[in-house]
């Protein structure tokens, strides 16, 4: 197919397999982009469309006051960003041409689909729009939404919360053959949730990954020379100091010992109410620490290495293109990315895992509960961030296994290959508490030891979905056990359920009869944690709360299913439409599955597995596997709105093909 946009010509071609799965051929690069952007709008416009509304900040007019937050927030994110400058100077001419080609791409679906452009104004999408949204992606995964949204006091719905990937060398392999596996936890529907895709250049591209808006190319994926996945991680990407106001001028605040100007900025909104708009505003503030808010305990500037990620969406694409491990860490110095471990496998064996990211040099860190004195020149961040070479990073441990479950970078391999926390600068701020992931996981590494994997089993311990078999422990919520115990000797009320949490063993199959009553208490924790801007930290739940999330436990369990034991499979689905499917897993299990309300007391999974995908370098062909939670379309009456459901439900895969235009041309 030939597209004529603007006078540029893109010739592209897309075949769809039997899964709906697009595989994208261009004869350029750029035409290959122009593809899937052209593509994935006609399996899912009206996510496209949500997720610039929110990047170009009209949530509101979307979602009325509930979108108010999220506005907020991206007016912070980037107030202090200069993107038009940036764009001219830190990407190349070569990377502009794919960044106008997926523009171009989405810009002229909705010429053409008219009927289905849902809101005013919003096409043309711009090459900073595109931008924007990856350094919107950026504060999500470095946690510095939830800095900026505990400081003014507003949050956004449905962010990613964690991830697991796990590296396995062919000699390690009873079968030899390298392996790497991928399962990153995101929001199953909508603007952020997988689309995958296939796509292929006479350029020598040919890739298999996936992108979420406002993704342009493979956030992630697997080429026939190398694959690549990530996870976030939990270090300190932003810093919060308080400033000290001038008591004779409250537009002045002091460094050092003089007074500096604080420039006012306005926030402005029209909340959609039916058919009424009601205008919204606030004013925020711009210091030499950072975009600055003030609330009840006074002025509070907040720096962020994400606002500096303007090269991230290039440094994706090189990440794709490359063909060694030399040419992947080339990728990687471009340090466009603010945040991420990265787990890397190639064809030769190669093994590297990085806990990447944009880290300033600073004298100081703040810990998640306090702030920086806003008074001293020295917290003042430049755009200068430590080089590749001082992050945390291994390279082929001799054990071959790499693996990361949102666990500090110093649990990566073999304890006797760790890395050591106490060799890099502490101003990274590591978060060096264990997730229950890493702890299960190197559970099944010990059972393991000295013997050689095969590929069922180190698939089911991707699919593994039993807590450590000590503690219920993991650095998002560390005194449960505590907890507890204190339930069961000071609470008589709360026995019952004691008793049902005494007989779990701390497994989540879907025939469990003790994880449902866990399921809707980790129900009621993470909607408070959420609301009170505690995800994605350490966190230590009071006795109040832990005790009122209990109460309302029994009370629901009760109330919707008349007993506290019933099986998992009752009370946990995966939803789409009208088609349920129970669905196994609890937040913290390597097979992670989070929950939000459904109907009838039950709870469906909306974050968790939701792009799996299953390496293998065998030869001469490389092996891939992989499913969403889904389907390729969100269109109802598509065939392909939920025929992967059932693969994903059962733990299995569907085959994608690396070679599937070679395959296509021999079959024709």
Not at 68 to 81: E, H, Q, S
Not at 324 to 333: D, I
Not at 461 to 476: G, I, P
């Amino acid at each position: 197919m030939e597209q004529n946009q603007g006078g540029k010509k893109y010739q592209y071609r897309i075949e769809r397999d039997q899964w709906g799965v697009p595989h994208i051929w261009g004869k350029t690069d750029a035409d290959a982009v122009y593809g899937l952007a052209q593509a994935r709008a006609e399996d899912q416009f009206a996510s496209i469309q949500e997720g610039f509304m929110t990047i170009k900040g009209r949530s509101a007019e979307m979602k009325g006051i509930k979108g108010i937050g999220a506005d907020i927030l991206v007016f912070l994110v980037f107030a202090d960003c200069k993107l038009e400058e940036a764009r001219k100077n830190d990407l190349s001419s070569e990377f502009i041409t794919i960044l106008e080609a997926a523009k171009n791409g989405l810009n002229d679906f909705a010429q053409n689909n008219r009927d289905k452009v849902q809101f005013k104004d919003l096409f043309p999408i711009s090459e900073i729009d595109i931008l924007k949204g990856y350094i919107l992606f950026q504060t999500f995964t470095s946690g510095a939404i939830y800095e900026l949204g505990k400081v003014a006091g507003n949050r956004m719905e449905k962010l990613p919360s964690g991830s697991n990937s796990f590296c396995y060398s062919g000699k390690v392999m009873n079968d030899g053959i390298p392996t790497l596996i991928s399962n990153v936890h995101q929001p199953i529907e909508g603007p952020w949730s997988f689309y995958e895709a296939h796509l292929c250049s006479n350029q020598g591209w040919n890739i298999v990954g996936a992108v979420y808006t406002p993704a342009i190319t493979p956030l992630l994926g697997v080429t026939p020379h190398h694959s690549w996945t990530y996870t976030n991680n939990y270090a300190k990407f932003w810093d919060t100091c308080k400033l000290e106001i001038n008591p004779n001028d409250k537009n002045e605040y002091r460094i050092d010992n003089e007074y500096e100007i604080l420039q006012p900025i306005q926030f402005k909104t029209k909340v959609h109410l039916g058919q009424i708009r009601i205008p919204f505003k606030r004013t925020f503030y711009r210091s030499k620490f950072g975009v600055t808010i003030k609330n009840k305990k006074g002025y509070f500037a907040v720096n962020f290495s994400a606002k500096y990620a303007i090269k991230a969406a290039e440094q994706y694409y090189r990440m794709g293109k490359a063909k060694t491990l030399s040419e992947f860490k080339q990728a990687l110095n471009m340090q466009g990315l603010a945040c991420q471990n990265i787990l890397y496998l190639d064809k030769n064996d190669n093994q590297f895992m990085i806990s990447n990211g944009l880290f300033p040099f600073r004298d100081q860190v703040s810990s998640s509960n306090n702030v920086l004195e806003g008074t001293s020149a020295k917290n003042i961040w430049t755009p200068v961030f430590h080089p590749l070479t001082d992050l945390p990073q291994l390279e082929n441990p001799s054990c071959g296994i790499l693996y990361n479950t949102n666990n500090p970078p110093f649990f990566a391999t073999q304890p006797n290959e760790n890395l050591n926390a106490e060799d890099f600068d502490p101003t990274f701020g590591f978060i060096l508490k264990e997730s229950n992931r890493g702890l299960r996981f190197r559970e099944l590494l010990q059972e393991s030891q000295n013997k050689k994997l095969n590929f069922a089993e180190v698939m089911d311990w991707k699919y593994d979905r039993q807590f450590a078999s000590e503690t219920l422990y993991t650095f998002f919520l560390e005194n449960l056990e505590e907890l507890l115990a204190v339930c069961d000797s000071a609470y008589p009320d709360l026995q019952p359920g004691v008793v049902v949490i005494k007989k779990w063993n701390k497994r989540a199959d879907k025939d469990n009869k003790q994880a449902s009553f866990f399921a809707i208490l980790c129900y009621y924790m993470v909607h408070y944690l959420e609301e009170n801007f505690r995800m994605g930290q350490c966190n230590k739940l009071t006795e109040r709360v832990f005790v009122s999330c209990f109460r309302k436990t029994q009370k629901h369990m009760i109330r919707h299913f008349g007993t506290l034991e019933l099986p998992l499979s009752e009370v946990q689905f995966l939803v789409r439409g009208q088609q349920e499917i129970p669905i196994g897993g609890l937040p913290e299990n390597i097979a992670a599955t989070f929950c939000t309300k459904h109907k009838n007391g039950k709870i469906k999974m909306d974050i968790g597995d939701s792009y799996i995908f299953a390496v293998r370098y065998s030869q001469p062909k490389v092996k891939v596997e992989s499913v969403v939670p889904f389907g390729s379309s969100e269109n109802p009456e598509s065939p392909h709105y939920a025929d992967q459901m059932a693969l994903f439900a059962s733990n299995n895969r569907k085959t994608m093909d690396l070679y599937f235009f070679d395959h296509l041309n021999q079959t024709k």
